[in-house]
């Protein structure tokens, strides 16, 4: 089942030092585990949350990537060794399905995230409503782990700020995602997150906020909904385009250039140096160009058209996360330099 999805908007990093007396330590952590696990029923509703990790975590960026969803209020994050607690600041509610989940932002002391971010859910009920949606994140313009998928009832619009969803996911290895716990009978739509700038929090113009364009029905007979394909696009990520420049002339005086020139603002005009082989590879943010090779002879970054050999111009449309390999460019004598008949 193929979703179509549509972007409503479109960090840090820690450097990696080795160890002192060893070799650098760049294997990623694991969650190895949880209370309470997976799918665990009949949760008191006191309980206390914890996830031990494989080695010793940064604390603050573990600290922050451990969360409960629908929302609760955490009173106190504790320590032991490499286990983190959650003591909340109120009782879960009864009968209720929660996922604690781990963020893939969470880093080992050496600076190293997990591999994937970690899903656990559980529920205070004694048994969990039967209603699954699995499927696969496509991501275009980013990478798809680590992408939460957010679970609605239909006509339920989400509230980016409350986590007032129905049920939770979070896109593993591949894109892959479960969602467990949900009532069925039900419709319900799927909103991926995709938290890019890692603050756990959606901020319009950095993060990404997606809706399905299709609602999923969930049934007593038919309470798994498998097979879905969530295509997801970062509207702002950069375009790859890579080609070839011939120089007919033969030409090796100056530097050989593409001359970019957006036709949404014809001010704005690119420059990029073109290796003496011809071959080029550039990222572009997404638009629609006006492109031409030109050789630069004197090197004074503009184009003498009735003395600088040049190829044809081309229209170009450079589309979000997409590569595309463009015709060669040939370069020609400028026709006022041609030999008279």
Not at 34 to 44: E, F, I, K, L
Not at 131 to 153: D, H, S
């Amino acid at each position: 089942m193929a979703v179509a999805m549509f972007a409503l908007v479109a960090s840090g990093c820690a450097r990696k030092q080795p160890p002192t007396g060893g070799p650098p330590d760049l294997d990623p952590p694991l969650v190895i585990a949880s209370d309470p696990d997976s799918g665990a029923t009949s949760v008191p509703r006191d309980a206390r949350l914890s996830v031990e990790f494989s080695e010793g975590m940064d604390p603050r960026s573990t600290t922050v990537g451990v969360e409960v969803a629908p929302r609760v209020d955490v009173k106190q994050r504790r320590w032991s060794g490499r286990r983190l607690t959650l003591v909340l600041a109120d009782s879960l509610r009864r009968d209720h399905a929660y996922t604690l989940f781990v963020g893939s932002d969470a880093r080992d002391r050496h600076g190293n995230p997990l591999r994937v971010g970690r899903a656990i859910p559980f529920t205070t009920a004694a048994t969990f409503p039967p209603g699954i949606i699995e499927g696969e994140v496509l991501a275009t313009g980013f990478t798809a782990p680590g992408t939460y998928l957010w679970c609605y009832p239909e006509g339920v619009e989400p509230d980016s700020t409350a986590r007032d969803f129905e049920a939770v996911g979070l896109a593993g290895e591949g894109g892959a995602f479960r969602i467990t716990g949900l009532n069925v009978p039900g419709r319900y739509r799927l909103w991926a997150f995709a938290d890019l700038n890692k603050n756990h929090s959606f901020e319009p113009g950095q993060d990404l906020l997606a809706g399905a364009d299709t609602t999923l029905s969930l049934t007593a007979g038919q309470a798994l909904a498998s097979g879905v394909r969530l295509r997801v696009v970062n509207p702002r990520a950069p375009g790859r385009v890579k080609g070839t420049v011939l120089d007919s002339l033969r030409d090796s005086r100056g530097t050989l250039r593409l001359i970019v020139i957006s036709e949404s603002d014809s001010t704005r005009r690119l420059l990029y140096d073109i290796d003496p082989s011809g071959a080029y590879d550039f990222g572009w943010e997404p638009g629609t160009y006006r492109v031409r090779a030109f050789r630069d002879t004197d090197r004074n970054k503009v184009w003498k058209r009735d003395e600088e050999g040049a190829s044809e111009e081309r229209r170009v449309v450079v589309s979000p996360g997409e590569s595309q390999e463009l015709p060669t460019f040939v370069l020609v004598r400028p026709k006022s330099a041609e030999p008279s008949p």
